[in-house]
């Protein structure tokens, strides 16, 4: 019965102890593999500081908008709303190519004529005008409600050519008199559809 009783007791607790001989050698072992603890600090928190000053580069930045590109970005988007889908199809690409670069040349200029306290108070509308309208969009300054430049596109029929799409802006300082030309597309011989079409 003893016996019985020995080898239950062992079946029941096998791997439950552990000789200390055995946890002394592993002990050993892990020591000579692992450096000092001031070096497995300085590899766990290089890392983090490094991802820490990442973190806070990018936060800075982002505190800190470009009022300038994000004129130029509502620009691009205004123009192509004004073109409605079946225009758009046909000079999407001429426009990004050769037209909007212009416009926010333009743009580019304004901002380092105004100042970059004055641009973070530019806004662009956006309501282009539908149909026959001529406006794509203006900047206007937020503070005074006063336009400081109108961006159009017009449609030029030329006998035998065809029609023409003429971009073009107008300036406040000269109150909206001058007529700047940006850029011409080519339509085709029939008549475009509608803006916003």
Avoid: C
């Avoid at 029941?12 to 002394?24: A, H, N, V, W």
């Avoid at 409605?84 to 690409?93: H, K, L, M, S």
């Avoid at 037209?99 to 304004?110: D, N, Y």
């Avoid at 641009?119 to 005008?129: A, F, L, Q």
């Amino acid at each position: 019965m003893r016996k019985v009783f020995v080898v239950l007791v062992a079946i029941m607790t096998l791997g439950m102890y552990t000789p200390t001989t055995l946890l002394e050698i592993e002990a050993e072992d892990n020591k000579n593999s692992l450096s000092s603890k001031a070096d497995v600090d300085q590899a766990e928190l290089s890392p983090t500081e490094q991802t820490l000053e990442t973190y806070e580069t990018v936060l800075v930045e982002d505190l800190e908008p470009d009022y300038l590109s994000e004129l130029q970005e509502q620009a691009k988007v205004q123009s192509l709303l004004k073109f409605g889908p079946r225009i758009a199809e046909q000079v999407e690409d001429e426009f990004s190519e050769v037209i909007l670069p212009k416009m926010e040349a333009v743009l580019e200029q304004l901002a380092s004529e105004a100042g970059e306290d004055a641009v973070r108070y530019y806004g662009i509308t956006e309501k282009p005008s539908k149909g026959y309208g001529e406006r794509i969009f203006h900047v206007t300054d937020l503070r005074t409600d006063e336009d400081v430049v109108r961006f159009h596109v017009r449609r030029d029929n030329r006998p035998l050519e065809g029609y023409y799409f003429n971009f073009h802006y107008h300036l406040g300082k000269d109150d909206f008199k001058e007529h700047h030309t940006i850029g011409e597309i080519y339509w085709d011989k029939n008549t475009p559809p509608k803006w916003m079409a």
